[in-house]
């Protein structure tokens, strides 16, 4: 809240800068807060029990024109994730094949 009041107080205050050598013409630079967390994206693959998965989703009234994508390493145990139309997201976690809503 403290940077917001000087964000506000130097935009406040370049009100008062014509004629001055201050180039405008600029964006300012914003700075990420120090609390940010960076986003990790998974790149989209298929698995074994995508097509499942799927069925399991549609069951739960989530419909997608992607499916489901799997987002661990492909081995016994599997968590696959699926973006509903709604927004809402479905995740799945499939041992030996066999799916479970998560």
Same mark, same amino acid.
């Not at 807060?33 to 986003?39: G, Q």
């Not at 298929?46 to 097509?51: A, E, F, H, L, T």
């Given at each position: 809240m403290k940077r917001a009041w000087i964000v506000a107080a130097? $935009? $406040?205050?370049g009100c008062s800068v014509f004629g001055? /050598? +201050?180039d405008l013409s600029e964006p300012a630079a914003v700075t990420a807060? $120090?609390?940010? +967390?960076?986003?990790q994206r998974v790149p989209f693959? +298929?698995?074994? !029990? !995508?097509?499942t998965v799927e069925q399991l989703a549609k069951a739960a009234a989530c419909? !997608?024109?992607q499916g489901a994508g799997l987002i661990t390493e492909p081995g016994p145990i599997e968590v696959y994730r699926m973006q509903c139309e709604n927004g809402k997201v479905f995740?799945? /976690?499939c041992e030996l094949r066999?799916? /479970?809503k998560m």
């Open positions: 130097v $935009l $406040l205050g001055s /050598r +201050v807060p $120090l609390d940010a +967390v960076e986003i693959k +298929v698995g074994v !029990s !995508s097509n419909t !997608s024109a995740m799945a /976690r066999q799916c /479970r």
